[in-house]
């Protein structure tokens, strides 16, 4: 028994090995949405494009909806643009924007000189919406089944790799259950 | 000549003097509430250093500057101002952003580890310590009756 002691700091230093090599992947930043599996939250705000329409969650239509959060202050938004673009086109989802504390003036400007992907965006000028949904900063996006659950919640600019890896396998997934009827 | 010698206590009175005025100095961002009493501004300051900035996460509502944390603030500077509970507030927050916004962790199945394992690991080591400082002092013994057995022998040759 005494003889096992002395290899005590080895089989300590292997554990310790494993727990650090696992944490070599683990994103320290990540912070887990509390909002998965809630319905998306109540809200009545007015669309971007018009101040005189005012819109709420029921006005979100589509199977599987996506919420992107964005702003013109907010420069990764800028470089996921393109693949929002792409999207937007894509007749799996219905994206919608949540023009996130920006000015009215200015993001219709930026949707003009950059294309506007979105079914329509909505003017979450106080943030009210986004503290509703846990936003802590843009771009966010988050997929919504066709039941109004919020599924999934990614924080980050979308890419081509972002959209194999984190949207297309859950889209399949939602479609799934779309098709079998639950 | 002088320098030398008063250097070595120099360095070390300037050290301690650094260390000690570091913990009065904080960085924190000025905002300007005005409470409607003295116990509700206790409990905003008390609530802001409990919750933890969604956005840089090693700090504190208290201590960070960003927007969110402005924003949050102030929701719950509203909503201590309206007469909500402690624990309405928390909820709201942790409704929200999940149990990370809590900057003292909850004391649950998941965070054992965490709250015990420090006091946990100290115990180990300290039970380890003290088994091999038994074995050390057993060898110890052994060795003098060796060393003993062997002088004698060579006691007796010498005086043969």
Known sequence: ?182 | MMMTKIFKPLTLLLSCAVLIFSFASSASPVDTFVFKDEATKVRFQQLSKELRCPKCQNQNLADSNSPIAQDLRLIVYNMLQEGKSDSEIVDFMVYRYGDFVLYKPKVNKMTYILWYGPIGLVIIAGVVIFMMLRRRAGKIEQTEQELSAKEQSRLDDLLK
């Open chain 1, 1 to 182: 028994m005494a003889k096992l002691f002395r290899f005590l700091p080895l089989v300590v230093f292997i554990l310790l090995g494993v727990l650090l090599y696992r944490g070599l992947f683990l994103n320290p930043q990540a912070m887990p949405s509390a909002l998965i599996g809630k319905p998306v939250p109540e809200f009545t705000l007015t669309t971007l494009a018009d101040k005189e329409r005012t819109v709420t969650k029921a006005d979100l239509n589509g199977k599987i909806v996506l919420l992107n959060v964005w702003a013109t202050w907010c420069p990764a938004c800028k470089s996921e643009h393109p693949y929002l673009v792409d999207i937007g086109r894509n007749p799996r989802v219905a994206l919608y924007g949540i023009n996130y504390k920006d000015d009215r003036a200015a993001a219709q400007r930026w949707l003009r000189d950059f294309k506007d992907p979105y079914v329509f965006s909505l003017f979450d000028v106080d943030g009210d919406l986004g503290l509703d949904l846990g936003v802590f900063g843009a771009p966010e996006t988050f997929v919504v089944d066709h039941h109004g659950i919020i599924r999934k919640r990614f924080a980050g600019p979308i890419n081509g790799a972002v959209w194999q890896r984190e949207f297309l396998p859950l889209i399949s997934d939602i479609e799934a259950e779309i098709a079998q009827g639950s």
